[in-house]
Structure formats: C-alpha cells, structure tokens
C-alpha cells in the first residue's frame, strides 16, 4: 500500500510537471501570436472562457432576431422587407457560425442551448429592449450593429481559430446590415415627414445609451478582461472600443441631422476624443440581471420557439431511419 | 477524443472513421441532428474548400442548409457535406514529426540549383 501510494505520488507529480511544459508552450504558442487549433492542448480556463464568450455571442444573433423579426411584417416598403427578412436570416446564420465554433470546444448544442433556456446562459442585453417604431429597426442597424462591429472586427484575430474564422465571416456581412440601417433613417430624415424624422430622433434617445453599455462595464470593473487580453481572446479595452464608436458617431449623426441624447458630448482637443456623459450602470445591471423591458418576453419566445420545433426535429430523425433501414434490408 | 464522444466541428477523428451512420435514436440522450462538415467550391476551376460544419437529419437536408448557412451571397457554385465523425485527422501532437520543414532537404526546392545564366529561367 505505502509503495503504491508512493507510485501514484510520482505520477502525479510526472503529470504536473508535464501540464506545466504543456501551458508553457501554449503561453509561447500565445506570446508568438500564434493560432490555437479546436484540438491543441488548452489550458481549461481558456477552455471555459471561450465557451462562455462564443456561446453568449451566439444566443445574442438568435436572440437579437426577435427585435427585428417582429416588423418584418409590417416594413413600410416591399424593399425594406426584402432587405429586413435578408438581415434577420443573416442572423440566424451568424448564430449557426457561433455555435458550431463554440461545439469545437467539446460542449454540445443542445447543452448550448439548454442554458440559454433555463436563464444559465446570457445574451447581450441590448435584445432585452423593444422596438416600439420602425425607426427601431433604422436605429439598431446604425447603433446596435455599428457597436457590434467596433467590438467584432478585432476578434478576427482572437487567438482561437474557430471563432477568428467564423468572426471573418460574420464582419464581412455585418457591415451591410449596418449599412442598410443608415440608410432607413438617413431616407426618412432627408425625405420623410416632419412625424418621421421625430420618430428618427425618438429612437435615437431610446438606443444611444444602451448601446454604448453594449461595449460591456467600464475597464477597472472588468473582471475577466485582463486574462482574455493576455489569452489573445480579446484585443482591445471595453472602454477603448466605447471612446471608438462614440467617435465616429458623432460624425454619422451629423450627416443624418439627429441630436444624440448626451448634453455633456463635447470634443476634447487635448484627448484628441469625444469626451461623453457618465453611463447608468444600474441599469445595465438590472437588464444583465433579468429585470429589462423584454428579457422575460425574448426569452419565453425562444423556449417556446424550441418546444413547438420538437416534432420537426424528431420526424426529420425518423425518415432518415427509415431510409437506412429501407436501404440495408 | 474518446470513440463514444460526439464529434466536434472541424475536428475529425484521431482514429479509424465510424462505420455506422446511423442517425441516433429519437428520444435517446443525443438525440442531435448529426454534425457534417461543410466545403464549397467558391467558383469554377477552384478546389472545394473547408467553410464550417452543420447539424442536419440526412445528406439532402444537409446540403439545403449549407447552401442556407454559408452561400447566401455568391460564395460557391458546389458543395460537399460529409459527416464529421467519417474524418479522420492527423493528430496535432505529431506536428512536429509530421509537418518537419525538412531544412535538411533543400534540394528539393528548385532554387537550390544554380544553373547557366541562360537557361535559368527553367
């Protein structure tokens, strides 16, 4: 027994040691700006971190299509429908992208999916709002979109090679949709009515602010943020990527002749930046927490969504079954 | 990678591909669509090239959603699905083994021979 335990104690102490060249040369493979592949070695926490990252990115495309999707139907043009359903498809796709970059690292998407279901998971908790106009839809394709590819464009060069490649793609269609978003309200503001260019302005004060919270809480409140800078995972500050957005808006509000809802946005020439006024970060907290305008509505739209697609998923199971059977009799 | 682990996108196999493609039993704990991996030919004269990976109940349905997924703006003109699980890979551990740069091997890159002035560009 004594000479066993002694046996196990070298193994272990062999396995330690072997973990800790393994991470030393992740940390190289990191350090040398090199990409990790789905089936490298991987320290867990990298493992958790961008599970959590990738999965939350995914619920927040399947998420974020219920906003839009609910004016689908009542777009004002056949065009801006066309282009609607087209963007609310891109979506979907971008979600599809998310998941199978975030399956690679060994969870599967019906466990993804079980923790979005049950309130585990999070989403981005800007789709916790309500898109009361048809300016909404303008809005969240020129804010909600544009804040959406500050924050993306870097991760094309996350260290995880899945989702780098899967975030080339999405950033490569995500600039149509923001886009196609001026464009709706740029179209109502320069040729619309007097009740238009109000309904412009109105969504304008509802979305700014939570839009800049889209870019997460401030940097010294940010608890994962220096580990996922170190693991390549992330490239850039919270609070770099906020001053980022809020500088070329500022330029792109000008152009469509709103006022952003900011009495303290004023340029700073030392900074050289945009200074803006201080964020509600309570509310942000309280919408993350559960408690948003939508966050029980969106929520319940998915599960529901799930529940009412069980037959279809089980009947396209049973004719591929028949079929391999049919085939081998 | 375990033999009894669903596959991962992209990943592939360490061993022998799975001889079985049944779809799982409904009801059953997996009861996920099967993965497959999706490659499109960009456009004519081109090889088909790896884009990503799908769950789809049968070999049509895969197709049809790939072309759904990762062709919605002129992006190929064909497309290959093959279950996940029938990929066998090259085990990243062996890389250095396998994917040696050979530097000891230099003539077999046709810079290493210097030949005549006039008849270099051969």
């Not at chain 1, 009361?132 to 969240?140: M, N, R, Y």
């Not at chain 2, 396998?98 to 230099?106: G, T």
Request: proline letters at 5%; a negative charge; glycine letters at 8%.
């Amino acid at each position: 027994m004594y000479t066993q335990a002694m046996d196990l104690m070298g193994q272990e102490e062999r396995s330690a040691l072997e973990d800790a060249e393994k991470q030393q040369r992740f940390d190289a493979r990191i350090d040398a700006g090199d990409f990790i592949e789905a089936k490298d070695w991987m320290p867990d926490n990298y493992r958790k971190t961008l599970l959590r990252q990738i999965s939350q990115h995914a619920h927040s495309e399947i998420v974020g299509m219920l906003p839009e999707g609910n004016w689908i139907t009542r777009a004002p043009t056949l065009k801006r429908k066309a282009i609607l359903l087209a963007k609310v498809q891109d979506e979907g796709g971008h979600g599809l992208y998310l998941y199978a970059a975030a399956e690679t690292l060994g969870t599967s998407r019906d466990q993804m999916l079980g923790a979005l279901h049950s309130g585990k998971a999070k989403y981005s908790s800007i789709f916790n709002y309500p898109t009361l106009t048809w300016a909404d839809v303008g809005v969240i394709g020129w804010l909600v979109d544009g804040a959406a590819i500050m924050n993306q464009v870097p991760l094309c060069r996350c260290s995880y090679a899945p989702y780098a490649r899967a975030m080339v793609r999405i950033c490569r269609e995500e600039s149509f949709h923001q886009r196609q978003g001026f464009d709706a309200l740029y179209t109502m503001m320069t040729k619309g009515t007097d009740a238009q260019r109000t309904m412009v302005q109105d969504a304008t004060n509802r979305w700014w602010w939570p839009s800049l919270m889209m870019f997460g809480p401030p940097d010294d409140q940010s608890p994962h943020s220096e580990q996922s800078m170190r693991w390549g995972i992330k490239r850039n500050s919270n609070d770099e990527l906020r001053q980022k957005f809020v500088d070329a808006c500022v330029d792109q509000a000008k152009v469509l002749g709103v006022t952003l809802p900011d009495p303290d946005l004023k340029w700073n020439e030392a900074r050289g930046h945009w200074d803006f006024g201080a964020i509600d970060w309570s509310e942000f907290w309280r919408v993350v927490g559960g408690d948003g305008p939508c966050n029980r509505e969106r929520l319940a739209a998915r599960v529901k969504a799930w529940d009412d697609g069980a037959w279809v998923r089980e009947a396209a199971l049973a004719h591929e079954r028949k079929r391999v059977f049919k085939e081998a009799a | 990678m375990s033999g009894t682990q669903p596959p991962s996108p992209g990943q592939g196999r360490d061993g022998e591909g799975s001889g079985s493609l049944q779809p799982p039993a409904i009801g059953s704990a997996g009861a996920e669509w099967p993965l497959w991996e999706v490659f499109v030919r960009s456009k004519a004269g081109l090889d088909h090239k790896h884009c990503g990976s799908l769950h789809a109940p049968d070999a049509k349905a895969a197709i049809q959603l790939a072309r759904e997924v990762y062709t919605r703006r002129q992006e190929g003109t064909s497309i290959w699905v093959v279950r996940s699980e029938q990929i066998v890979a090259s085990d990243p551990g062996d890389k250095d083994m396998y994917f040696d740069p050979m530097a000891d091997k230099v003539y077999r890159h046709p810079t290493f021979y210097e030949l005549p002035e006039s008849v270099n560009h051969m």
